[in-house]
């Protein structure tokens, strides 16, 4: 089972219902299409603090990511409502430490294949990177 969140805009809240995330994850359209064979588990719905915030000093927004690293989620779906300042938000989320995570599962992956006397694993563990569905 994939583990997944979706980040959608603080500002769209105001006029968006988030329904087309939710039908998107639930019908497996657009980026959620890859989970169209498996079971997802939508860890966590959040947004961001507005864009004139500075995701890397807002200490809300460090609480929120703290919060969120410790899902151990598989992807991190960004909305379309957020792509104007989706790539910052990317950058600022990897200077945040999600990339460590990352390193992290790949480590204890290789560790439990170690230990069950594995050469290979599936579902292969893929990084979490890019966070956005294609």
């Known amino acids: 089972m994939k583990r997944i969140a979706i980040l959608s805009c603080l500002k769209a ?3 968006c219902s988030s329904a087309g995330c939710f039908s998107a994850l639930n019908q497996r359209r657009q980026s959620f299409a890859a989970y169209k064979d498996e079971a997802v ?3 966590a719905f ?3 603090n507005g864009c004139c915030c500075n995701l890397e000093t807002d200490d809300e927004y460090k609480q929120k990511m703290d919060r969120i690293k410790t899902l151990a989620l598989d992807t991190v ?3 379309k409502c957020t792509i104007t ?3 910052e938000a990317i950058a600022q989320m990897d200077r945040m430490g999600m990339a460590q995570i990352d390193a992290w599962k790949n480590e204890r992956f290789q560790e439990n294949k170690k230990k069950l006397n ?3 694993a599936w579902p292969r563990n893929d990084p ?3 966070w956005y569905g294609k």
């Open 13 to 15: 809240t105001a006029v």
């Open 41 to 43: 588990e939508l860890a």
């Open 46 to 48: 959040f947004h961001c």
């Open 77 to 79: 779906h960004i909305g």
């Open 85 to 87: 300042n989706g790539n």
């Open 118 to 120: 594995l050469e290979f």
């Open 128 to 130: 979490i990177w890019p």
